[in-house]
C-alpha cells in the first residue's frame, strides 16, 4: 500500500477534531473524511472552518463545523454536547488544537506563560473530560492528544509550550490506564519538523499561531534542525496519517505511549 493510499477504516465512525480549521487539524478532518467517517471539525477560528468545508470536497455532506474555544469551559462543554448531537456519538476525539508562543524566559509575563498552559494542556483535558462520556459509549474507542517533540527534547524559548505539552503526555498515560477496561484508548502523537501555520506562522487558529522566535534568538542552541530523512519540513498530511491509523482499528493494540514523528529529526 502506497503512502497515499485511502482506506475505509472510518466509514460508520464518528469524530471529533479540534484544531480542525488549519495544519496538522485540518489534514486529519480531510484524511478522516477520506476514509468515510463523519467528522465534526472544531477551532476557534470561523474562517479556517470555512476553509475546512471548502478543502472537504466528496466528504462534506459528512462534516460538520463548529467554533469551540478550547480554553473555555463553557464553550467546550456547550461544544462537545453540540457535536455528540450532531454525530449522534462519539467513536473518536482528535485533540490537536493548540498555539505556541516563543521568547526569553526571563521576558514571559505570568499571563503569556499561563495562556500557553490554558489552551493546550487545560484545553486538552477540558475536552477529554467532556467527551469521555460519549466516548464510553462509542465503538473502538479512541483519543489521540498532541504532543510534541519539545516535550522531551530541547527547544530554547519555548518553556511554557514545553511544559504544556510535557503535560499532555504524562496525562496521556494516566489517562490510558484510568480506562484501558472501560475500552477507550489513549495515545499521543509528537509531531517534528512539520509545516503548518504552527512553524511557519502563516495561521490563525488555535493550532496555528506562529512561534516567533525572538529577535536575538541564538540558533546555535537549536541542535538540529532538519529531519534525516525527505528533503526538509514535511506536510500536516504526514502526521494526519499517523493520527489516522492509531485511532483505527489497525492501532488497537496500542494505547498508554507516543508516536514520534519527525523524520528522524531528533535520533
Known sequence: MSPNTVTDRYEGRRALVTGGGSGIGQATVLRLLAEGGHVVAADVSEAGLKDTAQKAGAGLGRLTTLV???????????GVTAAVCALGGLDVLVNAAGILRSSHTHETSLAEFNQVVAVNLTGTFLMIREAIPALLEGRGA????????SAVFAHPYMAAYAASKGGIQSMTHALAAEYAKQGIRFTAVQPGSISSGMTDGTGASRASVG???????????????????????AGPETVASVVAMLASDDGRFITGTEVRVDGGTHF
Not at 473555555?72 to 456547550?78: G, H, L, N, W, Y
Not at 525572538?214 to 526538509?232: E, N, R
Open 68 to 78: 469551540i474555544d478550547i480554553a473555555d469551559e463553557a464553550s467546550v462543554t456547550e
Open 142 to 149: 479512541a483519543v489521540v492528544n498532541f504532543s510534541s517533540t
Open 211 to 233: 512561534p516567533g522566535l525572538p529577535a536575538d534568538a541564538d540558533m546555535s542552541l537549536f541542535v538540529k534542525l532538519a529531519p534525516a530523512i525527505g528533503q526538509g519540513f
